[in-house]
Nanobody, 124 residues
Framework: QVYMVESGGGKVQAGGSLTLSCVAS????????MGWFRQAPGKEREFVSG????????DYSESVKGRFTISRVNDKSTVYLQMNSLKPEDTAVYYC?????????????????WGQGTMVTVSS
């Protein structure tokens, strides 16, 4: 059984920072691509960031590039999302996900396992 548990969400004022964590179990964590997606109320789930199995490759959506940083510690089966300079439009439920592929990491259909999500609310 695969479990992925996100934490670190909360409420923050615009310009603030949060760090999300996602701990995975039941899978070969060091062999999978990890991604962060988000879904705002009334909107579709969108790609935020991805990181390859080794951490050597990362990718970001244009909306978060330069503000968010993804990282992973394979020995801890954990992926992080450091979010700085938060904006009200970053308000969403954030999900971590695992994929066997790096190619196509922006597409949620390529991810096999998902966490339950953690809410991030940014007030103006």
């Amino acid at each position: 059984q695969v479990y992925m548990v996100e934490s670190g969400g909360g409420k923050v004022q615009a310009g603030g920072s949060l760090t999300l964590s996602c701990v995975a179990s039941g899978l070969a964590f060091s062999s999978v691509t990890m991604g962060w997606f988000r879904q705002a109320p009334g909107k579709e789930r969108e790609f935020v960031s991805g990181i390859s199995w080794s951490g050597a490759a990362t990718d970001y959506s244009e909306s978060v590039k330069g503000r968010f940083t993804i990282s992973r510690v394979n020995d801890k089966s954990t992926v992080y999302l450091q979010m700085n300079s938060l904006k009200p439009e970053d308000t969403a439920v954030y999900y971590c996900a695992a994929s066997p592929f790096w190619a196509g990491s922006k597409f949620h259909g390529n991810y096999d396992y998902w966490g339950q999500g953690t809410m991030v609310t940014v007030s103006s």
